[in-house]
């Protein structure tokens, strides 16, 4: 069986954080730039052990977990959404993008490459959906990284059953990939570090789909929910009223959206498995991410996903392989 992991981030080269930090310095006055590498500055970002990942590599972590392929997107913390002027938003994405299609040329049996938007909200929707383009037809992509707030916390975004979303549906749909959910940074003066407010979006994200005319309007739309749909699953009980008095279930609501298996315990696992069916579930892990820390108590990484899903014991041989694989090929097409 194939381990394929839909929730990855990029690892780069020094040299693209760089260029953002350069971008922000001057603000586009001193025009675009770019950056390059060479596939050996590639390998060597893959293979460097970082303090931030428990001072093991990017490729350690994968073989290790012995995950065969995976999806990577760019760093959400990364991401600067909120900054201005929209050009230089747009010129990171478009660079950030650039590397990710490097390291899946450098690996192309371990990575593929899932898009960022430059989602200023200077920028209308369409224009974001000028990269998705770009990197579909001209990079092999094979999905989005769609963050539902790009003001980082800044003002309040439209919901996500708001028209002002649907060119990002037309596109979606067009192009046949799915998005993945995941917010980007939160500025101060936020409440909420940006890990709460991950959840907090992932959230509002679900309710918001699932209780609208979205999937009526995009019947062939495909989104997946990172971190197994925030705070859903555990909550599902405060949504059954409202789902039977319009003569459905809550479980069948969301069972319109797929859920990343990026939760870092077997219990919250298995409750996200029962509520929304081993069929909308694909294996995420982030990894290396937040997660890639030792647990003291079991001697396990904590994003060590695979061993908390082959630990549960109710799982039938086909559900797990679903799960680690077949769901993945299925909806990204691999």
Not at 90 to 100: A, C, P
Not at 184 to 196: D, F, H, I, L
Not at 273 to 287: F, H, M, N, P, W
């Amino acid at each position: 069986m194939t381990i394929i992991d839909i929730h990855g981030h990029v690892s780069a080269p020094t040299e693209l954080y760089a260029y953002k930090a350069g971008l922000l310095s001057h603000r586009g006055a001193h025009g675009r730039g770019g950056v390059t590498f060479t596939d050996d500055e590639i390998r060597e970002a893959l293979n460097a052990p970082a303090k931030s990942f428990g001072n093991v590599s990017h490729m350690t972590h994968l073989n290790e977990a012995g995950i065969d392929l995976q999806l990577i997107s760019p760093r959400p913390y990364q991401a600067m959404h909120s900054e201005q002027p929209a050009k230089i938003v747009q010129w990171f994405t478009e660079e950030t993008n650039n590397t990710i299609a490097a390291v899946c040329r450098v690996e192309p049996d371990r990575f593929r490459g899932v898009a960022g938007l430059p989602q200023s909200m200077d920028l209308n929707p369409k224009q974001w959906m000028d990269e998705l383009r770009r990197c579909v037809t001209e990079f092999g992509f094979v999905g989005a990284l769609l963050d539902t707030d790009p003001y980082e916390g800044v003002k309040t975004p439209p919901p996500l059953d708001d028209k002002f979303w649907y060119p990002v549906w037309e596109a979606l749909c067009e192009l046949d990939v799915p998005a993945l959910i995941h917010s980007a940074g939160c500025r101060p003066p936020a409440r909420e570090s940006y890990s709460v407010h991950f959840i907090q979006e992932e959230t509002l994200a679900v309710l918001a789909l699932i209780q609208s005319k979205v999937f009526n309007d995009f019947p062939d739309l495909k989104i997946v929910v990172s971190h197994g749909g925030g705070a859903v699953p555990y909550q599902k009980g405060r949504f059954y009223p409202g789902a039977f008095r319009n003569g459905t279930t809550f479980e069948d609501q969301m069972r319109k959206l797929y859920y990343d298996t990026c939760l870092y315990t077997q219990d919250s696992i298995e409750l996200l498995i029962k509520t929304v069916g081993a069929d909308r579930c694909l294996y995420g892990s982030e990894k290396p991410g937040t997660g890639s820390n030792m647990n003291p108590q079991t001697g396990h990484w904590i994003d060590d996903i695979h061993l908390l899903i082959n630990d549960i014991d109710w799982l039938s041989d086909d559900e797990r392989k679903a799960i680690l694989e077949d769901n993945a090929r299925s909806l990204y097409r691999l």
